[in-house]
């Protein structure tokens, strides 16, 4: 068992980025700048992932978090078509930085 490098939550698993480890994508992702860095932005479009919904574990979901700026701390998401939450058709790619749980921003990678 480890804690939460953001939160201080006891966790067993959860993301790594360096030694470090974070419990949930919120706090992966938490950041002091608050927004995206100037480099996230320029390597982006304004385009956000719009509405990720499933409905009886059918619809898009946003998958695999990986890539995380060093600066504004924002991670690569995949945005798939989802049958039983298992992805099934990748769609496109975003820049993502969670506020919540099930609140985020999100940026078209070019």
Same mark, same amino acid.
């Given at each position: ?22 419990? =949930? ?5 938490? =950041? ?79």
């Amino acid at each position: 068992m480890t804690r939460c490098a953001t939160c201080n939550t006891l966790m067993f698993r959860g993301y790594r980025s360096g030694a470090d480890r974070y419990c =949930s994508l919120p706090c992966f992702t938490a =950041s002091s700048v608050g927004n995206f860095c100037p480099e996230c932005l320029e390597a982006t479009t304004p385009d956000s992932p719009g509405n990720t919904v499933t409905v009886n574990t059918i619809g898009s979901r946003l998958y695999f978090a990986d890539d995380r700026c060093p600066k504004c701390h924002s991670v690569v998401q995949r945005k798939a078509f989802c049958v039983l939450w298992i992805p099934i058709i990748p769609l496109s790619r975003y820049r993502v930085i969670y506020s919540s749980t099930k609140r985020y921003v999100g940026r078209f990678l070019r």
